[in-house]
């Protein structure tokens, strides 16, 4: 005997349902490990950033100690602003009996602070006070984020 009814593949209601509520309760678990990754990838990338500025800070800062180049005294050999870490200065290097000039590059370009989605750093000057937030103008000693955000470890942006 022919039974009328046939056997269909596929997947019931309830089936489904089920997966889907599986489905959710993963997604709502990884959902917070995952803006945790992002946070803690801006955090690395921000760290990475003020140690570029920063390295390339000291570097000019070296060389004018070393009274390689002509700045002007008010500055106390720190450089006036962060385009002439990207702009360079003119150097006199010594080769022999023979002296030329020439420029000396510290970034290839301002990085970007990745907290705020900007170029503009927060800057103070030699002259600041440590925990200054306003930039007295006469020369860039320090970098810092404008963000005033708490990181993962419980610290402030601002302050590394």
């Known amino acids: 005997m022919i039974s009328n009814f046939s056997h269909k593949k596929g997947f019931t209601l309830t089936e489904m349902l089920v997966t889907m509520a599986i489905l959710a309760v993963l997604a709502a ?9 992002v946070q803690r990838e801006k955090e ?33 050999g720190y450089p006036p602003d962060l385009d002439t870490l990207v702009q360079g200065v003119e150097v006199n290097i010594k080769e022999g009996d023979k002296e030329t000039i020439k420029i000396i590059k510290f970034l290839r370009r301002i990085p970007k602070d990745p907290m705020i989605n900007s170029y503009e750093w927060g800057l103070r000057s030699y002259q600041d006070k440590p925990d200054s937030v306003s930039w007295g103008g006469q ?5 810092y984020t404008k963000n005033p955000g708490t990181a993962l470890d419980g610290s402030k942006y601002n302050e590394w």
Request: glycine share 0%; no cysteine.
């Open 29 to 37: 678990a990884v959902l917070p490990l995952a803006k945790i990754a």
């Open 44 to 76: 690395f990338s921000l760290r990475r950033n003020l140690r570029i500025l920063r390295d390339a800070i000291d570097s000019y800062k070296k060389l004018a100690d070393e009274k390689k180049f002509e700045f002007e005294e008010e500055t106390n």
């Open 139 to 143: 020369n860039v000693y320090d970098v």
